[in-house]
């Protein structure tokens, strides 16, 4: 699954660069159960990336306005003799780093990917039942819940994961 963003870049086409997280996993359903828990930890990843990149923006398009830049650079030639064009002489694109003038940027996002990753898998268990379910087990869960629905409905959902 992926999450996709992005995050303002004055020297790029459209001033944004697009990004996204993609998440993959060998269980499929686990994946779908921890989504929500991984996109809400996901966003402030990208609340963090999207604040720390709008202040390198706004200083950036401060001290150089857009519009005279890109005038200036499509009239400049090129190495190759033309006037600067995609592909021809151009600078490679910005690297997270530049974006957001965080030099610990890949330290940060891997350190809250790993933990991401630890606490996803701690919050979601599996339980093997060793043995057919006898009626005792039945008749102890719905002692517990005070509910027999409630009890099957949970009893239900222990033998599916």
Same mark, same amino acid.
């Given at each position: /699954?992926?999450?996709?963003?992005?995050?303002? =870049?004055?020297? &790029? @086409?459209?001033? *944004? %660069?697009?990004?996204?997280?993609?998440?993959?996993?060998?269980?499929?359903?686990?994946?779908?159960?921890?989504?929500?828990?991984?996109?809400?930890?996901?966003?402030?990843?990208?609340?963090?990336?999207? /604040?720390?990149?709008?202040?390198?923006?706004? =200083?950036?398009? &401060? @001290?150089?306005? *857009? %519009?005279?830049?890109?005038?200036?650079?499509?009239?400049?030639?090129?190495?190759?003799?033309?006037?600067?064009?995609?592909?021809?002489?151009?600078?490679?694109?910005?690297?997270?780093?530049?974006?957001?003038?965080?030099?610990?940027?890949?330290?940060?996002?891997?350190? &809250?990917?790993?933990?991401?990753?630890?606490?996803?898998?701690?919050?979601?268990?599996?339980?093997?039942?060793?043995?057919?379910?006898?009626?005792?087990?039945?008749?102890?869960?719905?002692?517990?819940?005070?509910?027999?629905?409630?009890?099957?409905?949970?009893?239900?959902?222990?033998?599916?994961?």
């Amino acid at each position: /699954m992926s999450y996709a963003f992005n995050i303002q =870049d004055s020297r &790029a @086409r459209g001033c *944004q %660069r697009l990004f996204s997280v993609t998440v993959v996993m060998m269980d499929k359903i686990f994946l779908l159960n921890s989504w929500p828990f991984l996109v809400k930890h996901i966003q402030l990843v990208i609340d963090y990336l999207k /604040m720390k990149s709008s202040a390198v923006y706004a =200083d950036e398009t &401060a @001290r150089c306005p *857009q %519009r005279s830049h890109r005038i200036q650079m499509s009239s400049t030639p090129t190495s190759c003799g033309f006037p600067h064009q995609r592909g021809c002489g151009g600078k490679p694109t910005r690297s997270l780093t530049e974006l957001t003038a965080d030099t610990q940027v890949f330290e940060r996002l891997h350190r &809250a990917f790993t933990w991401m990753l630890k606490a996803g898998g701690d919050r979601l268990t599996e339980k093997l039942l060793e043995g057919p379910v006898t009626e005792g087990c039945v008749v102890d869960l719905t002692r517990l819940e005070g509910c027999s629905g409630i009890a099957l409905t949970l009893l239900d959902h222990v033998i599916m994961l």
